[in-house]
């Protein structure tokens, strides 16, 4: 078992009236100890009453947690809290009871320790100054030593906060401490973070931590900077915020975590006990944060009154995971921002279509020019036949190209295009598969036949059966969660509508430009009749667009005879927004990261799941994925739909806690952007284990 030591007063955030506080250090350790490590005080706390009661209540929560009494009387600091609970500190009389002294048992502690705080609470006198120095003297050169400053009134000493750098490895700071070390060494005028860093170089520190309260903390090493803000909660009482962030901090050091993650953990942790009054939860507990939606419940109050379901589009109103949707106000790079201001990393990208992140300054800058000339003429644009130079440029086999303004009126007029050249009425479609809802492609009936996804002899029995005039199909399936087609499923269905004189029609409005620039038909080296786009060519505009041969397309109006018209069609900006976007994809290299950070995700939620005992399995392609639970493989709509859907749903939850958005369906996919970093998927990595490793405890308790 690791020791974790804290040296100092106890800060006593386990009594409800929290009357009689004490130093961080020691309460450092307290909240160490719950995360599995041994915890051990070296303390002034006396065998009165009040000591007495302070072990009960330590016994009673059953922690590996002692600590070294002494037979000096308590209370030499007395805290009290102001109506705004604020912390307020007076010296008492007998201050001889923090004389601490050097004894065998302490020497033996030393010599045992993994990890020590001490702070200048617990250097108040020579006697104690020169135990506090004898038993880091002992400590292995390898364990975490922990220097906790506290600058509050009459403890600001030159001298001892410079003898203890000289001891320590690990500086724990806060902004108010780090401008009054400015004024005690000389950086004046000098910022936070060049103090820290100062401090870091001139101590041969390995690490400092500074924490700001509501405004997140920074972690200095030699090599890097790391941020992390402090989850939006509802404070309670700050009192035990910075003890119990070292505490988790160096815990999940010694459990091997990365830096990163450990101070991910430690900044949770923290935030969490400013929701209890400083009281912690025991280790067993898991614990998740609930993001205030005060603002998006109230919205969606509203909503309802006025739009059917209190959205535009159903699976924004949250039915298949229960709860209230949020109401996002703004986003940038790869996060979202509701309206109460929570701040997630966002998977859903606006369903797909941003693919090089929220708000990208390139489309942004490209759209305000284009708006500053005017929103719409009716009429054509040099813009237009830019974005369908552009698409026939990338899209293998798409020679003409008409625009329109969404995916399902690409989808439907593709769909009469195929009908009046084939001279045929019925269609094939696969179960489970999206293409909009225009009526065709919702219901099973005379003229829409249904086949099964991966099935290519099901689907030459239909063939053989019935006329068909095309078979449509999601070249990736991306609406029954995410299900990749079999080898040689693609080529079969080409060739089969090649013997029946059937069109093959790829619906692209998920994997259009996100596979790579030529999309499933370059992926998949199979050239569709007609393909049908939307999402990427539109850069986060509404747009749709269909395209193929050009002796089908020249059947479209005016050209030809089959009928399609739309006032907003080719629409200056968003045919702007998508050439942005396209050209953006053309000249720099956004597939091999985005597949790698696709990759990445796809891969460690994996690893997750079969870690945790969880039934579940991750599918995925490029820069997309999904994960379904409950089950072990997803071939088709039939064996995807038996995912289970509640387990999903405490998933999708527990992630929304830790300020991670997932769609919030268990059947639609994971969307990673370019602005999608390795840090992201790391932040969302760690979390996903620990709600995933919650979820099994629920699930098998």
């Known amino acids: 078992m690791k020791t974790i030591i804290g040296i100092g007063e106890i800060l006593w955030d386990i009594f409800p009236e929290r009357k009689i506080l004490g130093g961080a250090p020691a309460n450092f350790a307290y909240h160490a100890s719950q995360f599995g490590f041994g915890g051990y005080v070296v303390s002034a706390i006396g065998k009165d009453s009040l000591g007495k009661e302070i072990l009960d209540v330590l016994a009673e929560k059953k922690l590996n947690f002692l600590i070294e009494t002494v037979d000096y009387p308590t209370g030499t600091v007395q805290v009290t809290l102001d109506t705004q609970g604020i912390p307020k500190y007076e010296i008492c009389e007998n201050a001889a009871w923090d004389n601490i002294p050097f004894t065998k048992r302490t020497e033996e502690l030393a010599l045992n320790c993994n990890a020590v705080c001490f702070g200048t609470l617990a250097q108040r006198n020579e006697t104690s100054r020169k135990t506090v120095y004898r038993f880091l003297e002992h400590v292995p050169k390898n364990a975490y030593k922990i220097f906790d400053i506290n ?69 200095f090493t030699a090599g890097e900077i790391s941020y992390l803000d402090t989850p939006k909660v509802r404070v309670a009482d700050t009192v035990g915020a910075g003890d119990s962030f070292t505490g988790a901090f160096v815990a999940a050091l010694l459990q091997g975590k990365t830096i990163r993650k450990a101070h991910q953990l430690a900044v949770e942790t923290s935030a969490y006990v400013c929701t209890q009054h400083g009281a912690m939860p025991h280790a067993t507990q898991p614990h998740s944060f609930k993001p205030i939606i005060d603002l998006s419940k109230a919205l969606f109050e509203r909503a309802v009154r006025v739009m059917p379901g209190g959205v535009n589009s159903p699976v924004r109103a949250f039915k298949a995971v229960g709860g209230t949707p949020l109401f996002i106000n703004r986003a940038e790079g790869s996060r979202i921002y509701d309206a109460d201001g929570n701040e997630y990393i966002d998977y859903v990208s606006s369903w797909g279509p941003l693919i090089l992140g929220h708000n990208n300054a390139v489309i942004r800058e490209a759209v305000t020019k284009a708006a500053q000339k005017g929103m719409s003429f009716g009429a054509p644009t040099e813009a237009e036949v830019k974005l369908a130079e552009k698409i026939r440029t990338f899209a293998p086999g798409v020679e003409m190209v008409r625009m329109v303004n969404s995916g399902t009126e690409a989808v439907m007029s593709a769909l009469r295009l195929a009908r009046a050249y084939t001279g045929r009425q019925k269609l094939i479609k696969f179960e489970g598969c999206y293409h909009g ?33 095309c078979v449509i199909v999601e070249p990736v399936a991306a609406n029954m969660g995410v299900v990749l087609p079999k080898e040689g499923f693609l080529s079969g269905l080409k060739e089969l509508c090649g013997a029946y004189g059937t069109l093959l029609i790829f619906d692209e409005v998920i994997t259009g430009f996100r596979l790579g620039k030529g999309g499933a038909q370059e992926y998949y080296g199979v050239r569709a009749d007609l393909v049908t786009y939307g999402k990427i060519i539109g850069g986060g505009m509404p747009v749709g667009a269909y395209g193929g041969r050009k002796e089908i397309m020249e059947l479209v109006a005016p050209s030809g005879p089959v009928y399609q018209a739309g006032t907003f069609s080719g629409n200056p900006i968003a045919m702007t927004a998508g050439l942005a976007q396209l050209e953006t994809l053309e000249n720099q290299d956004v597939y091999s990261h985005i597949n790698r950070m696709g990759e990445k995700l796809a891969c460690g939620l994996s690893a997750i799941v079969q870690n945790s005992g969880l039934k579940a399995c991750v599918n995925r392609i490029g820069s997309f994925s999904c994960l379904f639970f409950g089950i072990e493989s997803a071939d088709d709509y039939r064996s995807a739909k038996k995912a289970d859907t509640e387990l999903y749903a405490r998933y999708f939850h527990g992630m929304l806690g830790e300020s991670v958005y997932f769609a919030p369906s268990q059947f639609e996919a994971t969307f990673v952007s370019c602005a999608h970093t390795e840090n992201d998927i790391d932040e969302t990595l760690y979390k996903a284990e620990r709600v995933i490793n919650s979820l099994n405890l629920l699930h098998y308790s």
């Open 151 to 219: 600058l509050r009134q009459h403890f600001y000493n030159k001298k001892i906060i410079h003898e203890s750098l000289l001891r320590c490895n690990i500086l724990k700071i806060n902004d108010e401490e780090a401008t009054e070390i400015a004024r005690l060494f000389g950086f004046a005028g000098v910022g936070e973070q060049e103090i820290c860093l100062r401090l870091l170089k001139k101590y041969n520190l390995d690490i400092v931590v500074e924490t700001k309260g509501a405004a997140g903390s920074y972690v």
């Open 437 to 469: 809802h225009s009526d065709s492609m919702l219901v099973e009936g005379d003229d829409t036949l249904i086949a099964l996804y991966n099935d290519l002899t099901g689907v030459e029995e239909l063939l053989k059966k019935n006329k068909a005039a």
